[in-house]
């Protein structure tokens, strides 16, 4: 979101509406995770604005007088970017800056949860592969947002093999569309290439027992990955800490398998990211198994199993078999219930024994409670995985002994 090596602090506000679909508690916690996001961009500020209305408003997302209020701040306060949580429109977007930077010395920036989260990703990308991705994913996001813009796009072209010049009479705005086009065409054709090598890559690995790690972001995957494969992937504290998926072979005892990490999932994640990242997940939808890691010290972690079972259900993934692995059960903090108290019961009022004896009891879902910090748990991890694959590969290979 800003040059690293600028030494200008850039701050935030924040924008969610309370609808019918959202209450004033979801909305706080969507509004800690945009925060938490824009952390992750090297952008820092804790002012949140929150509306209720039935729906966005068409033209300015909210209303006349919450706008005039968060015009008054982002003026006074000289505040860098204003971030929605929701995906605006191009209009919505144009009407907004339109509004916020009339007759204003301070440029103030628009930016959408969708805007935000491919900025992340563009910064977290490392291989070609991944930033080629990322850059698609852009491109299309960009498209419908072209009006009114004056995007220059035109000092990327000229060169051998650049595009070609502007014809005579061509507006900017056509020149631009046509620059895009052109563009998101050329990374289609790359990450085409890329794609049949990956599958090539995957048919190569013969018929091995895969299990893939998938969550939503941050609850963990490349901090089990380690352990379980003493591999050295990068883990951080950070939201899509990982984007490449890396994939390692495994031996529990005498059983080997492949273990793979791919991007976390998140809520409304950008249907152009999930596009581009289709192939990326070819590893969930061919894995054997798949390793549901969750949070369990986050208070909405059920929310976050959610959407995990729905981008798992999106990409083709949902019927699967599904292992669940409750992660950070260092972390997670016990409130006992006041009964007499005004407030509805958490899921923090449940003591961790509690939240086993029923998730455990669920239909058919074969859970274990760890903590990958502290190693609480690790050897049953590896042990349940060990009985998972071993099954399958006696089913695989009939005929190979290995287990007697």
């Known amino acids: ?46 002012k949140k604005f929150t509306q209720r209305l039935d729906h966005p408003n068409s033209h300015t997302y909210i209303g006349s007088g919450k706008l005039e209020e968060i015009n008054a701040y982002v003026r006074a306060n000289e505040t860098d970017y204003l971030i929605f949580d929701d995906e605006l429109t191009p209009s919505q977007m144009r009407n907004i800056e339109k509004e916020i930077n009339w007759n204003s010395d301070h440029k103030c920036s628009v930016v959408d949860r969708t805007g935000l989260i491919l900025d992340i990703f563009a910064d977290r990308a490392q291989t070609a592969y991944a930033k080629t991705q990322v850059e698609l994913a852009q491109y299309q996001y960009l498209y419908p947002r072209l009006t009114g813009m004056w995007t220059h796009l035109e000092r990327q072209r000229g060169g051998k093999g650049g595009l070609n010049m502007r014809g005579p009479g061509e507006s900017q705005l056509e020149t631009d569309r046509r620059i895009v086009l052109e563009k998101i065409s050329r990374l289609k054709e790359q990450l085409h290439k890329i794609d049949r090598q990956m599958a090539s890559q995957r048919s190569n690995r013969g018929q091995m027992v895969r299990i893939s790690l998938v969550g939503y972001t941050n609850v963990g995957k490349s901090t089990i990955m380690n352990l379980l494969a003493k591999s050295d992937v990068f883990a951080e504290n950070k939201l899509f800490a990982t984007l490449d998926t890396t994939v390692r072979k495994v031996v529990i005892e005498n059983v080997p398998f492949l273990l793979s990490d791919t991007v976390g999932f998140i809520r409304k994640l950008p249907t152009q990211l999930v596009e581009s990242f289709k192939s990326t997940l070819d590893e969930v939808r061919e894995a054997d198994i798949l390793m549901h890691v969750v949070d369990i010290s986050h208070p909405n972690f059920e929310d976050q199993i959610k959407v995990v079972n729905k981008t798992l259900s999106d990409i083709g993934a949902k019927d699967k078999p599904v292992y669940v692995v409750f992660n950070k059960t260092d972390e997670y903090r016990y409130e006992p219930f006041d009964e007499f108290s005004m407030k509805e019961k958490t899921i923090n009022n449940y003591s961790l024994e509690e939240l086993k004896s029923s998730w455990m009891s669920k239909e ?41």
Request: aromatic share 12%; charged share 20%.
């Open 1 to 46: 979101m800003y040059d690293t090596v600028d030494t200008h602090i850039y701050t935030a506000a924040f924008v969610a509406l309370i609808t019918r679909e959202q209450d004033e508690n979801q909305v706080a916690e969507y509004l800690d995770e945009l925060q938490f996001l824009a952390t992750t961009a090297g952008v820092t500020g804790d």
């Open 364 to 404: 058919n879902t074969p859970c274990i409670f760890i903590s990958a910090k502290n190693r609480t748990g690790i050897d049953k991890l590896r042990n349940d995985l060990y009985k998972m694959v071993a099954e399958i590969h006696a089913g695989r290979y009939p005929f190979n002994n290995f287990l007697w």
